[in-house]
């Protein structure tokens, strides 16, 4: 149903990140919203404990409900959750009408067609991209619509979740006071948002450093190659820091945004960091260099999980796109010369492409120039091409009412 408003929701290990935009009379999206609450509840993208998930988003959408009645009708969800796999799948079926014209109908029964797959009784698909349609062994068809042939197929990428993790965090929003229009996978949502057709279509990677996951999506041709949820982030880095600087976790968190820096070669050895002005009762100082080590060697454990699997999609050093980098961890500087060295690909730091297509967008510049808002703002990109306020309506996601028949008997 068409609705006025659409929320994007964007529930991370750490905080919570919400944008709201407007169907305006002229039917151009107008920007109402951005905004970061702390979260809780959630640990590597997984709801853990439910109220109190329930509980920080319902903060979180505490100013969204302000803004006009039935602003939580139609709420965009990310799920982060590393418990995905994705696998390959083919559909086949032979075109219904004499004149063997292709219409919807054909294209509909062969996605079907595509969606059986073998899936263990607490697994759900939440995502069926269609890659490529092929018309009597002709293929890299995008839309075979209209074109003449006896027998179609797709060539799909079966993105299916932890049923549990699902029906989680969908209760979690739905005791917040909010109704789900749609669920996306992170790393999609990040493709989405930061990546032009010009970088899918000569072969790249995105690669999202949260909190407490690191997700992937490998492009190519303009079709999506493979995607990962990796259980390790930025969240890390702060651990080992506390862990080897014996210091408090907060502490540790405000050094690495402060002072960190991603390639340890290329800090002062002599740069010193005084403990005294994040812990007030501490004495003494320590290396900044040292530090950087410890931030250095987490990330290339990051970068590793990253490199196997291009290695398994066989894009390992063979993107020229390179990698492009989204979310929080993003900001570290001298992450992009640390990309170079692990995966021997560029790099370059993602943000929000298109902004221009939201009126009122002066107001959140800071938000659309931080890597960190780049899933809200795919989510919001998400909803409004699945509720038709662009022209071309997404293909890849399951509605909500379709993965709540999962749930019903």
């Keep these: 149903m068409a609705t006025d408003f659409i929320v994007g929701l964007d529930t991370g290990s750490s905080a919570i990140k919400v944008g709201v935009v407007e169907r305006q009379k002229n039917g151009e999206p107008l920007l109402r919203l951005v905004l970061k609450e702390p979260s809780q509840g959630v640990r590597k993208g997984t709801v853990v404990d439910l109220a109190d998930a329930s509980q920080a988003i319902a903060r979180a959408l505490t100013e969204v409900k302000k803004l006009a009645r039935g602003t939580l ?24 009408r004499a004149d063997a014209e292709i219409y919807q109908d054909d294209v509909d029964r062969v996605i ?78 990040s493709s989405r948002a930061a990546l032009g057709k010009n970088q899918k279509d000569l072969g790249v990677a995105v690669v999202d450093i949260g909190f407490g996951t690191t997700g992937l999506s490998v492009f190519e041709e303009c079709k999506l190659t493979g995607t990962a949820v990796f259980p390790v982030g930025s969240g890390n880095i702060t651990n080992d820091i506390a862990v080897g600087l014996k210091i408090p976790v907060e502490a540790a968190e405000a050094i690495k945004l402060k002072y960190g820096y991603a390639l340890a070669r290329d800090v002062n050895p002599k740069e010193t960091i005084e403990l005294k002005q994040f812990i007030p009762d501490a004495k003494g100082t320590v290396s900044r260099r040292f530090v950087s080590e410890i931030i250095e060697s987490r990330l290339a454990e990051i970068f590793e999980f990253v490199n196997n699997e291009l290695k398994l999609f066989g894009k390992a050093a063979s993107l020229p796109g390179g990698v492009v980098l989204v979310g929080g961890g993003a900001k570290l500087p001298g992450l992009s010369e640390l990309v170079k060295q692990e995966l021997k690909l560029a790099s370059q730091v993602g943000l929000l492409i298109g902004r221009e297509g939201f009126a009122g967008s002066s107001q959140f510049t800071e938000f659309l120039e931080d890597p960190e808002f780049v899933n809200v703002f795919g989510l919001l990109n998400w909803g409004m091409e699945q509720e038709g306020w662009s022209a071309k309506k997404h293909p890849t996601g399951f509605s909500v009412k379709q993965i709540m028949r999962y749930f019903l008997p």
Excluded: C
Aim: net charge neutral.
């Design 112 to 189: 079907r067609a595509s969606q059986a797959v073998n899936l263990a009784p607490n697994r759900m698909i939440i995502h069926a991209i269609n890659r490529e349609f092929i018309v009597d062994g002709v293929g890299d068809i995008l839309d075979p619509i209209g074109l003449s042939g006896s027998r179609l197929e797709v060539a799909s990428l079966i993105i299916d979740a932890f049923a549990p993790h699902i029906k989680s965090l969908m209760r979690a929003v739905e005791l917040a006071g909010a109704q789900i229009g749609g669920l996306v996978f992170d790393p999609l949502l």
């Design 73 to 96: 009708n139609n709420v965009y969800v990310n799920v982060g959750t590393p418990q995905v796999k994705t696998q390959h799948s083919r559909g086949i079926t032979a075109v219904s």
